[in-house]
């Protein structure tokens, strides 16, 4: 039984003892609401239209009294049924393994350090850090709060944010909750179903997708051939059986044709394409949220990308100090002294146990010098805003003395030492003058501005000391006395340049979009290759501020040009995609705090980051950058132009590889003989499912895949022109078939062993019309080991024919027939496609689904 958490050390649980505990209590999860069993799975799959007819053609030779071929036919009813389970329960597992990566995240401490974990992790008594935009997953209560408030709406309907404190009435934090502002600290008390939220039966279901329009299109494609196909075996029934007078013989020709003509392979590649291309995203670090940006990826015009943690690695490092008179770099190897009281009024100003890359950093620069009260003595802060680029804390000194800055003295109780750290520019121009020489606003401005032509992310820090602190009274925003300016590195990934030079030639623009100041903005933009040399601050960034001087027309001619944009509010991302989208982009955009939602949801494709990104991004967002790389994102639209193409080809080829199954079926109203029986079908979509859901699902992109132009969003899945082209090369196959029937019977050749030759001319056949869809010769180097795979089961399936008598009197062929000619062709084959396969197998090109 889960009970109430003690309050556990501040080093919070051992990696044991919250190991002993998940298996105690089990996962932090509510029970699924819809999990398919294997008898639903099994049942779903009796119900497709192909099963249906079989098991009609089944019933209907028994009735005639073919008892073996109905016996045959049985066995094939149960391949059929068995192989739709295997491939649905395949896809199921790996889009639950999906959702699993797509759960909400947590920061929790476990061996006195902070660890991001999925929230199904989370165990009794664990050390939680809420943070802001967090999506809580536990019942928790508190022992430390920093102005932290808690949207309960999912649980109360009560629409205003609740402001918690450590307080009996008001310390308890519910799953399902979301945190909008501050941060505090709480001791697990209730995972999974024993939480409050599954005590009252709710769920956490995310909100259903739109349709995708691909899926739309698919839908109707299917729609007009099923349509077809019934109107054709109506009559191609009716025909055969006036004709022969037997409509039993009509019912049977009607069936085949039938089983011949339904599409339901369209279904197939849709879902096991979608999945599995997913799923390799995935193995690149990219989750796929939402079906529809997959689609969307391959039309994508213009990439919106934030500059810190995306382009570069997102790990600070002070590497400058100035306080005013002296000045230090870290490349000059000199030692930094003489800036204690910049660091300290630095980690005043921010939260030791936060995950945010700068506080780190000064965290990280001198621990003696940095050290702060207790977390205790905090009595105010106020976090970044939009117009508010800074972060303000007041302390409460008195309590502990010895963490005072040097100048200070012991302070009554009710005085506090406020600290303000954030951009050069607001801070310093909240700094009172005081003593200091005049200019030194613009010599400390100049001195930021240096800075950050070089790449260097600049900040300003101010204190104000023996403020008194009267009830109701409001925090200071001027009179503060600054202290100095702090410079951090955040240099480029290794993987930068080159993936913007993959967008370069794949026609996509790249626009850089950061809270940073205009010169760190443009020096990283020309670092990186985004702007020119000779670019200035002045011609080719755009600020927030100069943004919220243009009305919409004014910014929609800028964003033509501009590819860097500063100081830019979370608020003012929202503009920029709309201003991109009335110009007929398709616009990508990255975002991670809890006010990108907005702008997330507007582009046609959100991506979120997954390491420093908030759970609000998470969930407004269609794909989420688990690794936060800029390389990823690229890699994703990679992935969308190979998974559209694929599916462009796929389709193609189900079109083309029906038409000499149906034109065989049609044989018999022409006068032939009855060639192609039930059986054969089945035989024939044993080739064609895995065709077309594994081996083109496999099939890499081209070598010029990603040095064409984007794709209009508009583009049909399927055109007039491509439909003519596969039916042009079917009718080539099915010319094929013809030839080889014709021969045989200029010849005198029996029905059985024309059967033989058709069917063989089909799967011949239809391994060209694979190759050719997949780009023939031009494909030549590019790697699929599905293909080969498909080539070696063909191959064993023509030695069985070939060497088991009584398996080709079942399938209706010469039971007397001489080896010779399937072993080679068989043996040959099967040696080539051995050898490829296993070569692919133990040295792949793409990511495998070996454990989906």
Not at 213 to 221: G, P
């Amino acid at each position: 039984m889960q009970t109430t958490a003690p309050l556990d050390p501040p080093a919070g649980l051992t990696s044991a003892e919250a190991e002993a505990r998940l298996l105690r209590d089990g996962p932090n999860a509510l029970p699924p609401a819809d999990h398919k069993s294997i008898l639903r799975s099994v049942w779903e799959a009796a119900g497709q239209p192909m099963v249906l007819l079989l098991l009609a053609c089944t019933v209907l030779y028994a009735l005639l009294g073919s008892l073996f071929d109905s016996a045959v036919l049985s066995v094939s009813i149960v391949a059929v049924t068995a192989i739709s389970v295997i491939q649905e329960r395949r896809t199921q597992r790996v889009l639950e393994a999906l959702k699993g990566l797509a759960s909400p995240r947590c920061t929790v401490v476990r061996d006195g350090r902070l660890l991001r974990i999925a929230s199904r992790d989370l165990v009794v008594g664990d050390r939680l850090l809420a943070q802001e935009g967090d999506r809580l997953a536990c019942d928790a209560r508190l022992v430390e709060v920093h102005a932290l408030r808690i949207d309960e709406s999912l649980l109360t309907g009560e629409s205003v944010p609740i402001d918690k404190a450590v307080a009996a009435d008001a310390d308890m934090l519910y799953a399902g909750t979301l945190v909008v502002q501050g941060d505090g600290v709480a001791i697990v008390t209730a995972t999974g179903a024993r939480t409050a939220l599954g005590k009252i039966g709710g769920s956490l279901a995310s909100v259903q997708p739109r349709v995708s329009r691909l899926h739309l299109e698919l839908k109707r494609m299917v729609r007009a051939v099923a349509i077809l196909a019934l109107v054709t075996c109506l009559i191609a029934a009716t025909l055969f059986a006036l004709r022969e007078g037997s409509w039993s013989a009509g019912l049977l020709v009607g069936l085949t044709l039938a089983m011949s003509i339904v599409p339901e392979e369209f279904a197939v590649v849709w879902t096991v394409m979608l999945a599995l291309g997913a799923w390799r995203l995935a193995q690149q670090k990219v989750l796929t949220r939402q079906p529809q940006a997959i689609e969307a990826l391959g039309s994508t015009t213009v990439l919106c990308v934030d500059k810190t943690g995306t382009l570069t690695c997102n790990r600070m490092a002070v590497a400058a100090l100035f306080n005013g008179t002296q000045a230090w770099l870290a490349a000059e190897g000199a030692t930094a002294s003489g800036f204690d009281r910049l660091l300290r009024g630095a980690a005043l100003a921010s939260v030791r146990e936060g995950l945010e890359p700068m506080d780190q950093a000064i965290f990280r620069a001198d621990v003696s010098a940095v050290a702060t009260p207790a977390p205790d003595a905090l009595l105010y802060r106020s976090v970044l805003a939009p117009r508010r680029p800074f972060v303000v804390q007041g302390w409460r000194m008195a309590a502990h003395p010895s963490d005072a800055l040097p100048e200070a003295r012991q302070a009554a109780a009710s005085e506090a030492t406020v600290a303000i750290k954030g951009a050069p520019e607001a801070v310093l121009a909240r700094c009172g003058d005081g003593e200091l020489p005049a200019g030194w606003r613009e010599h400390w401005l100049d001195q930021a501005r240096r800075w950050g032509e070089q790449g260097l992310r600049v900040i300003a820090v101010a204190v104000q000391e023996h403020h008194r602190v009267e009830p109701g009274q409001a925090w200071p925003e001027t009179g503060f006395v600054p202290l100095g300016l702090i410079g951090f590195l955040d240099p480029l990934r290794d993987d930068v340049l080159p993936a913007l030079e993959d967008c370069r030639r794949a026609g996509l623009r790249v626009v850089m979009i950061t809270g940073d100041g205009p010169a760190t903005a443009l020096a990283i933009a020309q670092q990186a290759g985004l702007a020119r040399p000779e670019a200035t601050v002045r011609s080719d960034v755009l600020t927030g501020l100069a943004m919220d001087g243009m009305n919409e027309a004014a910014l929609e001619l800028a964003v033509r040009h501009v590819a860097v944009f500063a100081r830019v509010a979370p608020a003012q991302k929202l503009r920029i995609v709309q201003a991109l989208q009335r110009r007929g982009e398709v616009v990508a955009m990255t975002g991670d705090g809890v006010n990108d939602g907005p702008a997330l949801r507007a582009a046609d494709i959100g991506v979120a980051m997954g390491e420093r990104g908030t759970d609000v991004a998470r969930e407004a967002a269609s794909l989420v950058l688990l690794d936060d790389r800029f390389g990823s994102l690229v890699e994703a639209v990679r992935a969308g132009r190979r998974i559209f193409v694929n599916l462009q080809h796929a389709l193609g080829y189900l079109f083309a590889v029906h038409v000499p199954i149906v034109g065989l079926s049609l044989l018999p109203l022409f006068g032939g003989p009855v060639l192609l029986l039930p059986i054969h079908v089945v035989l024939l979509e044993l080739i064609i499912d895995p065709a077309c859901s594994l081996v083109f699902e496999a099939e890499p992109l081209a070598a010029d895949g990603m040095r064409r132009p984007p794709r209009p969003a508009d583009a049909p899945l399927f055109t007039l022109r491509a439909v003519v082209r596969a039916m042009m090369v079917g009718m080539a196959s099915l010319a094929s078939v013809v030839l080889v029937h014709w021969i045989g019977r200029r010849n005198g050749a029996p029905d059985d062993v024309l059967r033989l030759a058709a069917l063989s001319t089909i799967v011949v056949g239809n391994v060209a019309m694979l190759q050719w869809f997949l780009g023939g010769l031009r494909r030549a180097g590019r790697p699929n080991s599905a293909f080969h795979g498909l080539v070696l089961g063909i191959g064993v399936m023509v030695l069985l024919i070939t060497l088991v008598p009584a398996l080709r009197g079942a399938m209706g062929f010469p039971v007397m027939l001489d080896p010779v000619w399937g072993l080679s062709v068989a043996l040959p084959a099967m040696a080539w496609a051995g050898w490829r396969w296993a070569r692919l197998r133990v040295r792949p090109h793409v990511p495998r689904i070996s454990d989906a």
